[in-house]
């Protein structure tokens, strides 16, 4: 029998009717100087450690597939500003940006994506499939959609034991159109569930554009079918995303039933690490590095208002570095697991 897989130390990390449909933007909500920093560190901290794994998969240091989540951080951080304890959080495999924000350790997020002992899921499920309960992250899932009616049955879950949580449900613009995604929503109406959908709209599912792909490409709109409200957001600034999801959150918590995010973001590097992008073109990519960058945007919020200055902000970058290079050591020297864990967290029926 395997020795039971060490898990990594957790270190400390900040986190932390249908009306026409009303767009959140820059501006329509306040935050104080320590929120500001708190929103850019966990934004930046995602930011470094998807740098770092994009450079061990060159490495050869990953295997399997990579999706990395450079460029969408302020649609995660934004939202998990509104969460409480015990609220549901689940993903689809663009999901390491989600862990980091939902507070699990950089160190056991590496490992798995190096398929380590110490990682979250033992090594066995790789970049994307890890989970904590402790931290209610329900994953991580490499089945385009699946994880829609998944989280669906988080929601279920909180109402049928009478807990005022709610479930935030992630899926990008290339799920949108999934049969299973409209069967839960309509369940989710029907029973009034606290699942608010959140819908990654990066633009490309893989390499095919949304245009080319939706017959609508207002995606918010997608439950209007079955009375659910719905808004799109600038997902490309981090308070936008905030104040909308507040709304959608009290929406949900309050017993009103599901409500859909529609979040405008961007990736900047292709669907996956094998993904050369050439279906879109460099002017396009640098444009919204330039002129749109989450991160870029509050930074230079941070400095107009003299919340902060360049030393300070570089010694955040230098702490950032020092705990993601901390993690891609620790990734690197846990051990391989025993090969007798293959038999280990299986359900057998009778």
Same mark, same amino acid.
């Given at each position: 029998m395997?020795?039971?897989a060490?898990k990594?130390?957790?270190?400390s990390?900040?986190?932390k009717?249908?009306?026409?449909?009303? /767009?959140? @933007?820059? $501006?329509?909500?306040?935050a104080?100087?320590?929120?500001? *920093? !708190?929103? &850019?560190r966990?934004?930046?901290?995602?930011?470094?450690?998807?740098?770092?794994?994009?450079?061990?998969y060159?490495?050869?240091?990953?295997?399997?597939f990579?999706?990395?989540?450079?460029?969408?951080?302020a649609?995660?951080?934004?939202?998990?500003?509104?969460?409480?304890?015990?609220?549901?959080?689940?993903?689809?495999y663009?999901?390491?940006g989600?862990m980091?924000?939902?507070g699990?350790?950089?160190?056991?997020?590496?490992a798995?994506?190096?398929?380590?002992?110490?990682?979250? /899921?033992? @090594?066995? $499920?790789?970049s994307?499939?890890?989970?904590?309960?402790? *931290? !209610?992250? &329900?994953?991580?899932?490499g089945?385009?959609g699946a994880?829609?009616?998944?989280?669906?049955?988080?929601?279920?879950?909180?109402?049928?034991?009478?807990?005022?949580?709610?479930?935030?449900?992630?899926?990008?613009?290339?799920?949108?159109?999934?049969?299973?995604?409209?069967?839960?929503?309509?369940?989710?109406?029907?029973?009034?569930?606290?699942?608010?959908?959140i819908?990654?709209n990066?633009?490309?599912?893989?390499?095919t554009?949304v245009?080319?792909?939706?017959?609508?490409?207002?995606?918010?709109?997608? $439950?209007?079918a079955?009375?659910?409200?719905?808004?799109?957001?600038?997902?490309m600034?981090?308070?936008?995303?905030?104040?909308?999801?507040?709304?959608?959150?009290e929406?949900?918590?309050?017993?009103?039933?599901?409500?859909?995010?529609?979040?405008?973001?961007?990736?900047?590097?292709?669907?996956?690490?094998?993904?050369?992008?050439?279906?879109?073109?460099?002017?396009?990519?640098?444009?919204?590095?330039?002129?749109?960058?989450?991160?870029?945007?509050?930074r230079?919020?941070?400095?107009?208002?003299?919340?902060?200055?360049?030393?300070?902000?570089?010694?955040?970058?230098?702490?950032?570095?020092?705990?993601v290079?901390?993690?891609?050591?620790f990734?690197?020297?846990?051990?391989?697991?025993?090969?007798?864990?293959?038999w280990?967290?299986?359900?057998?029926?009778a």
């Amino acid at each position: 029998m395997a020795k039971p897989a060490v898990k990594p130390k957790v270190e400390s990390l900040p986190v932390k009717s249908k009306a026409p449909p009303k /767009s959140s @933007g820059p $501006g329509d909500n306040s935050a104080s100087a320590e929120e500001l *920093k !708190s929103y &850019y560190r966990d934004m930046l901290l995602i930011r470094r450690f998807e740098e770092r794994a994009g450079q061990l998969y060159g490495m050869g240091l990953i295997g399997g597939f990579c999706h990395l989540y450079i460029g969408q951080e302020a649609v995660v951080v934004g939202m998990q500003a509104n969460v409480r304890d015990k609220d549901a959080v689940i993903t689809s495999y663009r999901d390491h940006g989600h862990m980091l924000a939902c507070g699990m350790d950089p160190k056991g997020v590496m490992a798995e994506l190096t398929g380590r002992s110490g990682g979250y /899921s033992k @090594g066995k $499920g790789g970049s994307m499939h890890m989970f904590s309960r402790e *931290k !209610s992250f &329900y994953g991580g899932h490499g089945i385009v959609g699946a994880q829609v009616p998944i989280g669906t049955g988080l929601a279920f879950a909180h109402k049928y034991n009478g807990a005022k949580n709610v479930s935030l449900t992630y899926f990008g613009d290339g799920s949108a159109n999934q049969g299973q995604v409209y069967e839960a929503m309509n369940m989710a109406a029907l029973w009034k569930l606290p699942v608010v959908y959140i819908i990654e709209n990066n633009h490309y599912g893989m390499g095919t554009s949304v245009e080319r792909a939706s017959a609508t490409t207002e995606l918010y709109r997608h $439950g209007e079918a079955f009375g659910i409200p719905g808004e799109r957001v600038d997902g490309m600034d981090v308070l936008a995303v905030r104040a909308a999801g507040e709304k959608a959150i009290e929406h949900a918590r309050s017993g009103a039933g599901p409500y859909i995010l529609e979040m405008q973001t961007y990736r900047y590097r292709g669907h996956s690490m094998s993904d050369p992008a050439k279906y879109r073109t460099k002017e396009e990519v640098d444009k919204y590095r330039n002129e749109r960058d989450p991160i870029d945007h509050l930074r230079k919020r941070l400095l107009d208002s003299k919340i902060v200055d360049e030393a300070a902000l570089k010694a955040i970058d230098t702490e950032l570095r020092k705990i993601v290079n901390d993690a891609a050591e620790f990734s690197q020297h846990s051990p391989e697991p025993d090969p007798a864990e293959l038999w280990t967290d299986i359900l057998v029926g009778a």
